[in-house]
């Protein structure tokens, strides 16, 4: 079907003419489908296809479609906050001034009432089920909901979240349409049918991929007579070496962030070969720009510029986020040749390659060891093969150590079938956290209706009965009574004002229950420093997995426990107790905050901790949320001697700085590095600073600096400035 076709199924011309400008000129058969049997007008609808298979042209066709036939809401949930930056740009771009789009992630604490005013609101799951935990009125103007990477429902981290929220939007909004996009899946008839949808199942992809096997010096393609021989011994460099001889780039997948540094530098002198005339110099600028995205560059920026500089990039949740977004925007560039990356690549942002090469098809499972790694990440990763505008083909690789290892990769992977997804809702942390938020939201107000939703969910559907689950609510009710966040009147389940709160906040009751007693602890002691608040948000099922404590770190982290024993807040186990390793563990992962408040460098947190900066900032963003949210519940408590305390220790915790630079970091344009330069000036306050002439501060800071903090305190523009961390839980 052409583009211009679908000015016959109600698509103005004006979004036609816009789709070409994207470079779609024809639907793919699917999609084609779709449109042709008015799928769109269904009440549901579960698109599985293999990724690149055109899923997000089928989402914007139905937004064009509901939003022109009923002039409201359509919601697109997405599991990634890097997906959803991907989506919201395209959508913003695509629909232009007609429909208002607009971006929700982040801070758990907010009803963002700004949204009420938007067409499109592209949000994480977290983020829409923090929304309806504080019953925004907005959900009865939804006609539309998309729920991409649906198969997610099988995450044991992400997949419970999603499945209660579905199953609250269906509650919600009966009469809005849902169309869940997956992967290929073994069960996608069942997920159809849980959901009452059509189900469109394609194994169409607009590129032809062939899977390989690489081994003794070749690669060869099952099932064809494709083949390649390869010229050097080792098998990395030599496929990567034939892949740019082809004047292609490829992706390169290992399982451990050391592995993917370590690959990408000894594929340096490789790629830099290749390059081209006139990109050398490109990617010495390239290089700068990622090198100096910190005030103090790390001993991982400058190795990441050096390999950048080569043509080749490291990709991985280490790295800062401005660093990820300029490497896979220079990669859809050309630019950059080759990135070596964790398989976390391949659930972000869509970038698509000629190869995907994956080294390690096993992967390191706690308790379990060394095991394969599932089908459906396999075909997550080879997705990315093959590019639509440029290539007519992609090439999948999985590298083998042997012929028999070939033989069983094979087997597996290529010719294997990706698994069933299924409900993960059954995990006690989990359904703690959503039964009181059913319970504070009012959204079940009994526990006939709390089974009743639960029978309603996808583990229900696919296990035929809720037997379980309903085991592990009884306990978890019980908990939440004796806990005092729910009270039970008859048959009535009533949420306590804490309990309202602590569901407010997106804690994990037993968090929130530890919070309680640990301020309940501080308030009668009247003693607390910034390890009382550093350990008690680390000793947390949010903050996992904490740090593990190294043999030759214990006696320097036994000394730092001895020294503040006495500002624990909670009890300390015995060393013989099976609780004190994971205790130990979270000193440890305190021991890390603390240093960052004491103001050591990313660079030295890295060679002490060995906490690369990307994870620095998400441990980071997750113990602000933990600290507002210890805020909340002690303003609630009405312990106003420690309020001040926990404010002066989240600041800190903000910017990584000691207390006595907390005046000066409400300044624009100063933060840690700066405040300290002022500080060993004499600069200590802003009093001094209002003193000092122009001149002489701009000898101390620099010119651009000093103009701007002189124009902030002569009240010419706003001191304020957003916080470096929001409260707010994101992952990669």
Not at 446 to 451: T, Y
Not at 503 to 527: G, H, I, M, R, W
Request: proline residues 3%; neutral net charge.
């Amino acid at each position: 079907m052409k583009v211009e076709e679908l000015v016959k199924y109600g698509i103005s011309e004006e979004y036609i003419h816009r789709l070409k400008g994207e470079g779609i000129s024809e639907l793919y058969p699917p999609q084609a489908e779709i449109v042709k049997k008015g799928l769109f007008k269904e009440r549901n609808l579960v698109v599985s296809m293999p990724t690149a298979g055109g899923k997000t042209l089928i989402a914007t066709l139905a937004i064009l479609e509901k939003l022109a036939s009923h002039k409201k809401k359509a919601v697109y949930l997405v599991p990634l906050v890097a997906l959803a930056d991907e989506k919201f740009n395209y959508f913003k771009s695509l629909f232009g001034s007609k429909y208002k789009v607009t971006l929700s992630v982040g801070d758990y604490d907010s009803s963002d009432s700004f949204l009420m005013n938007y067409d499109i609101i592209v949000v994480t799951s977290e983020k829409m089920d923090s929304l309806l935990r504080h019953n925004v009125q907005w959900t009865k103007d939804i006609s539309l909901i998309i729920a991409d990477e649906i198969h997610l429902l099988n995450d044991s981290s992400r997949g419970p979240t999603l499945e209660i929220l579905i199953t609250k939007l269906r509650e919600l909004c009966p009469r809005a349409n849902i169309l869940a996009l997956s992967a290929t899946i073994k069960n996608a008839k069942e997920l159809a049918e849980w959901l009452n949808a059509t189900l469109v199942l394609s194994d169409f992809r607009p590129v032809k991929l062939y899977q390989g096997i690489s081994y003794n010096s070749k690669i060869a393609f099952p099932g064809t007579n494709r083949n390649y021989q390869l010229t050097g011994e080792e098998a990395e460099n030599s496929i990567v070496e034939n892949t740019l001889d082809m004047q292609k780039q490829c992706l390169f997948f290992v399982s451990t962030r050391r592995s993917a540094e370590s690959v990408a530098e000894k594929m340096c002198s490789t790629v830099k070969l290749k390059l081209k005339h006139g990109e050398h110099f490109q990617l010495e600028t390239l290089s700068n720009d990622v090198e100096s995205i910190l005030e103090n560059p790390t001993k991982q920026c400058k190795k990441l510029a050096k390999c950048i500089s080569n043509g080749i990039a490291f990709h991985h949740a280490g790295l800062l986020r401005k660093q990820r977004r300029l490497i896979e925007e220079n990669f859809k560039r050309g630019l950059i040749k080759v990135i070596c990356a964790t398989p976390t690549l391949a659930m972000g942002v869509n970038i698509p390659a000629f190869r995907a090469i994956i080294r390690d098809a096993k992967r390191y499972y706690p308790n379990l060891g060394a095991a394969y790694i599932p089908v459906l990440d396999y075909y997550q990763m080879i997705g990315r093969c093959g590019r639509p505008q440029y290539d007519e083909y992609g090439e999948s690789i999985l590298i083998a150590k042997n012929e028999d290892d070939a033989h069983d990769l094979t087997e597996r992977f290529i010719y294997g079938e990706p698994e069933q997804i299924t409900s993960k809702l059954a995990i006690e942390p989990i359904l703690r956290m959503h039964t009181l938020a059913l319970i504070a939201s009012e959204f079940c107000k009994s526990e006939d209706s709390l089974m009743e939703f639960f029978s309603k969910t996808f583990y229900a559907h696919h296990y035929g009965n809720i037997h379980l689950v309903e085991e592990k609510l009884q306990d978890i009710l019980d908990l939440l009574v004796t806990w005092k966040f729910i009270i039970k009147k008859g048959d009535r389940l009533i949420a306590t004002i804490i309990g309202k709160r602590v569901s407010e906040l997106y804690l994990d009751p037993l968090t929130a229950y530890n919070f309680v007693e640990a301020l309940e602890n501080a308030n009668k002691q009247k003693s607390t420093k910034t390890i009382s608040f550093s350990q008690l948000i680390s000793n947390t099922r949010e903050m996992q997995p904490l740090l593990s404590v190294r043999a030759n770190e214990f006696s320097e982290l036994e000394k730092f426990l001895i020294g503040n024993e006495q500002f624990i807040l909670r009890d300390i186990p015995e060393q013989y107790e099976l609780e004190f390793e994971g205790f130990f563990n979270s000193v440890k992962t305190a021991f890390l905050f603390e240093s960052w408040i004491d103001e050591l460098t990313e660079d030295q947190i890295l060679t002490k901790f060995r906490v690369a900066p990307g994870e620095l900032r998400n441990r980071l963003e997750i113990a602000d949320w933990l600290t507002y949210a210890l805020h909340e519940l002690t303003v609630l408590l009405g312990y106003k001697d420690i309020i001040k305390e926990i404010r002066k220790f989240r600041l800190r915790l903000q910017y990584g700085i000691k207390e006595e630079l907390i005046p000066l970091v409400k300044l624009r344009d100063v933060g840690r590095v700066r405040s300290r330069i002022l500080y060993k000036n004499n600069l200590t306050s802003l009093s001094k600073l209002r003193e000092i002439s122009h001149d002489s501060l701009s000898l101390v800071i620099g010119a651009k600096v000093a103009k701007s903090i002189k124009d902030q305190l002569e009240g010419k523009t706003d001191t304020k400035k957003e916080p470096e961390y929001q409260a707010t839980l994101s992952k990669f």
